[in-house]
Structures are given as C-alpha cells and as structure tokens.
C-alpha cells in the first residue's frame, strides 16, 4: 500500500451520453461535473456517433469546470482516473484519449476503471448522507445498459452471479415508455406518472428465467400487443389511463428484480444488498428496497441521486483505491467496448 498524505484525482467519465469530470482529494468528492447530451432525446434513443462528437466538444470545457470548481491547481493533481469500459467504443475513445494525453503531460500515473464497478464503488463515497456498505455484500446494478447481481467480496474481488441474457431494466422502461409515447429516456416519466396510479390495474407476465438472470424483452412485447389491442378498441386508452399503465409497468419490473435479489440473498446468505446505475433512481425501486429492510431483514444501501446516474465521482472512488494499492495502467492501455468484471 502507497504511503501518502493527501491524494487528489481527476476523473473522466465518457462511456455513453454524460460527458464527466470530478475531482476528489482521497474519497471525498470536490467536484463532479455532468455534461449530459439533449442531443439524443429527438431520436429516442442515445445515437453513437452522435454522442462520439458531443463528448469531443465537452471534455475540455468540462474537465476545466471540474478542476477550477475543485479548487485546486492541475499540479497537484496525483493521478488520472478515466472509464476503460465498458460501453460505446466512439465514446470510450474521447475519455481514454484525453486521460492518457494529459497524464503523459503531467508526467502522473493513470488508472483505468471498469464503469460497472465504478457503479457499485460509488457507496464508498465519503459523504455524510450514505453509510457504505460492509463486505461481502450483494451490488444489483441496473442502468440503461446494464442488469446485474454481483457478490463483492472486497474493492477488487467481485463476481458477476445473475445477469440479463437481452435488455438492461433501464431499456425495459426506455422501450415501455417509447411504446407509450414518451419521450427519451422515458424511466423517470413512468416513475412520475406511476406515482398516482394503480400498480395492480393491469397485470403484465412475470418471465421465467433460470437462475439469478433476468430478461426484460418479453415483457416490452407483452407491453407492445397489449397497448395495441387496447388502443384498437379505445384510441384514447393511453391518455385515459397512463399512469396505472406506468404504475403497473414499473411494480413488474421491480417484482422481477426483488424476485431475483430474495433468490441471491438465499442462495448466498448476504444480506448486505446496495444498488447502483441509474435505474436506482426510480421511487418503486428505492421504496421496495427500504421496506426490504424491515420485511427481510436486509441492510438495503441507496447511493445519492448524483452517485447513481453516470457521473465520474464514482471514477474518482475507484481510482483512489487503486491508487493507494499502486494499480496503475500503462500509457499502451486501449478504450474496452465490452469489458466484464472480474
Ligand atoms: O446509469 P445510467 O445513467 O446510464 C447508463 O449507464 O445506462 O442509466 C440510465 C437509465 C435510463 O434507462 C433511464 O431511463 C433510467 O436509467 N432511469 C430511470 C429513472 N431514472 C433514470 N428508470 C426508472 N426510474 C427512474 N426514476
Ligand atoms: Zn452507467
């Protein structure tokens, strides 16, 4: 372990559609700067090249932002922190690029992060309103892109156990939401209207799948047919009952994902459950959880909202554990679209 008094890092985050720079000194977070792209929202959906050439514009007045609200000088800056992977190549390329180039400037250390560890890492963050969770404990992470139970037994010893085999809950509730008119990203929109409606006014199938994995695209077909029929019959269907439908879509998928969890925490014996990603931002999600606590006797761990989404604090808290355990990449290191943790 690297002895040491006070260790700053800078963060880039780059991996999808939210340019990110942060700062932290240890694991307290300085600054954390989120460019999100409004671009994609007029074509449903995050386009690649599109999101390429948005952080290419981004980077360099966002990394300025993240340093000068920090506070601090780039000299004394200890190391880089940049998302390797996984997510879109173009992307992945504009971050790594940037990290590698200004720590061969800097002549300091640079520090690769899998951006799904950095997901669940992000509870280590030292902030007076989280208690980070306790080894060995079970990480559900659920973003746009990803949908996985992880049993972390330490910062660097985590083991993939359930994972979907088609699409992420985050594109479950985009695809829903789509169907449903919504705009892109329709998953805080189901959230709100879910809020008021009926969670058990229509009843959506609940897939059988092996194990501790997932699939979500079933229930968006099953969603699909079903708003089909109904606006057959009654072409104001959606407008006359959106937020039951909303309600009714968002309890299946946490019914799917607390069905999960209960198996993972049997088959395990852990009960330390922390979620990640920015699904773990929907209300039904956070309040199952809560209640999970007194139902099950878990220990249930929700980062903050800014933890949760993409954003490169959560680069920082894994780049200064790797830090201090002198984990550093070499400046031969190469963006990694598909990038599984191990
Ligand atoms: O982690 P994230 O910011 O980016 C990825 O790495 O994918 O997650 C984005 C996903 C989107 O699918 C978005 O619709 C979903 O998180 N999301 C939500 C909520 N807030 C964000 N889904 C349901 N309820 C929410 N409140
Ligand atoms: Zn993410």
Redesign the pocket.
Known sequence: MLEHDTIYILAIES????TSAAVLMNDKVLSNVVATQAIHEEYGGVVPELASRAHQQNIVPVVHQAIAKANIDKKQLSAIAFTRGP?LMGSLLVGTSFAKSLALGLQIPLIEVN?MKA?ILAHFIEDETMIPPSFPFLALT?????TQIVQVNDFFDMKIIGQTLDD????A??KS?KILGLP?????L???YAATGDPHKFEFTIPNVKDLDFSFSGLKTNILYFIQRQTKENPDFIKNNLADICASI?YTIITILMRKLKKAVKLTGIKEIAIG???S?????RNALIEAQTKYQWKTYIPKFEY???NAAMIGIVGYQKYKNEKFSQQDVTAKARYVIS
């Open positions: 991996s999808c559609d939210d997510g951006h997901h659920i973003s746009g892109g990803h992420a809950v985050g594109e509730f985009d939401a892109y990203p329709g998953g805080p189901i959230d709100k968002q990603g920015g699904v931002a929907n209300s039904g999600i949760c989404t993409d």
